[in-house]
């Protein structure tokens, strides 16, 4: 596939393996353009025969990618008009990566906070820059809870104690602590990141195609319910965003600078998403 058309995502293709560079300025803010991007370029990687794995990485050094756009959010109907049995559009999304028959791996340098960090914890293996890697779930701290999966990835990876702490504390996790947590596969120094992904990704492009599928589909026998736990996570996420607070929260937020740049890289400071 010649992958044509993009506006938010380049892309290279070497032996088997797709990198996918996130270049979407300011701040790579995961808004309508890169997710509707995001949900064209998942149904296309999975139907391309010529890809084994795909990794994910960001033209920006700073921002992997920021956050879900606030102002989708305050925009959103009071109840999910998704279909029974069905996932909401950025879940199903997210988890597109998850479950193809592909390898996807996220080679995170930067900020890499709510809908970004849930995006990276549905691939299936994450690797992450020591001096620069922030990841964070802070949506408790404008009133709302995570709702692309954060809440159910976080305690299948790490356990219930470390999630709830993630999730409430609404903290930055550099890569060091991340690596500890779960959060990531390895933590290491920049110099060594690229190297590193690209003699993984290489290497599992040289197997049995078939085999990793099945491989993969095995070990994702381990999640198994997982879909009906996302449902109703987006139930829960849809209830708390339209309460009062969440949507003062949301609206003072953004009164105070956020999704800008100067404002998103002392995040931590401002005390909100």
């Given at each position: 596939?010649?992958?044509?058309?993009?506006?938010?995502?380049?892309f290279k293709?070497?032996?088997?393996?797709?990198?996918?560079?996130?270049?979407?300025?300011?701040?790579?803010?995961?808004?309508?353009?890169?997710?509707?991007?995001?949900?064209?370029?998942?149904?296309?990687?999975?139907?391309?025969?010529?890809?084994?794995?795909v990794?994910?990485e960001?033209?920006?050094?700073?921002?992997f990618?920021?956050?879900?756009?606030?102002?989708?959010?305050?925009?959103?109907?009071?109840?999910?008009?998704?279909?029974?049995?069905?996932?909401?559009?950025?879940?199903?999304?997210?988890?597109?990566?998850?479950?193809?028959?592909?390898?996807?791996?996220?080679?995170?340098?930067?900020?890499?906070?709510?809908g970004?960090s849930?995006?990276?914890?549905?691939?299936?293996?994450?690797?992450?820059?020591?001096?620069?890697?922030?990841?964070?779930q802070?949506?408790?701290?404008?009133?709302?809870?995570?709702g692309g999966?954060?809440?159910?990835?976080?305690?299948?990876?790490?356990?219930?104690?470390?999630?709830?702490?993630?999730?409430?504390?609404?903290?930055?996790?550099p890569?060091e602590l991340a690596?500890?947590?779960?959060?990531?596969?390895?933590?290491?120094?920049?110099?060594?990141?690229?190297?590193?992904?690209?003699?993984?990704?290489?290497?599992?492009?040289?197997?049995?195609?078939?085999?990793?599928?099945?491989?993969?589909r095995?070990?994702?026998?381990?999640?198994?319910?997982?879909?009906?736990?996302?449902?109703?996570?987006?139930?829960?996420?849809?209830?708390?965003?339209?309460?009062?607070?969440?949507?003062?929260?949301?609206?003072?937020?953004?009164?105070?600078?956020?999704?800008?740049r100067?404002?998103?890289?002392?995040l931590?400071?401002?005390?909100?998403?």
């Amino acid at each position: 596939m010649t992958y044509a058309g993009y506006e938010c995502l380049k892309f290279k293709s070497d032996a088997g393996v797709l990198w996918v560079t996130i270049d979407h300025p300011p701040i790579n803010l995961f808004d309508l353009a890169l997710i509707g991007e995001m949900l064209r370029v998942g149904n296309e990687i999975a139907a391309d025969p010529d890809v084994r794995v795909v990794v994910f990485e960001s033209a920006d050094p700073e921002f992997f990618i920021a956050h879900a756009d606030v102002n989708l959010i305050q925009a959103m109907p009071a109840e999910p008009d998704t279909k029974p049995g069905e996932l909401g559009l950025f879940q199903a999304m997210v988890d597109r990566f998850r479950t193809m028959d592909k390898v996807t791996i996220g080679k995170i340098a930067g900020r890499c906070r709510g809908g970004g960090s849930e995006f990276v914890l549905s691939l299936d293996m994450r690797f992450a820059a020591l001096e620069r890697t922030l990841l964070a779930q802070p949506e408790v701290s404008v009133g709302i809870i995570p709702g692309g999966g954060g809440t159910q990835r976080l305690p299948r990876l790490m356990g219930r104690g470390r999630a709830l702490e993630i999730v409430l504390g609404c903290l930055d996790y550099p890569a060091e602590l991340a690596e500890r947590y779960g959060y990531v596969n390895r933590a290491m120094p920049e110099s060594e990141l690229d190297g590193f992904v690209r003699a993984l990704a290489a290497r599992i492009a040289t197997f049995s195609p078939e085999a990793v599928a099945l491989a993969k589909r095995s070990v994702l026998l381990a999640e198994r319910g997982v879909t009906d736990d996302l449902r109703e996570e987006e139930r829960l996420f849809f209830q708390s965003a339209k309460t009062p607070e969440a949507r003062a929260r949301m609206a003072a937020y953004l009164d105070a600078g956020g999704q800008q740049r100067d404002v998103e890289l002392s995040l931590d400071q401002l005390g909100k998403l």
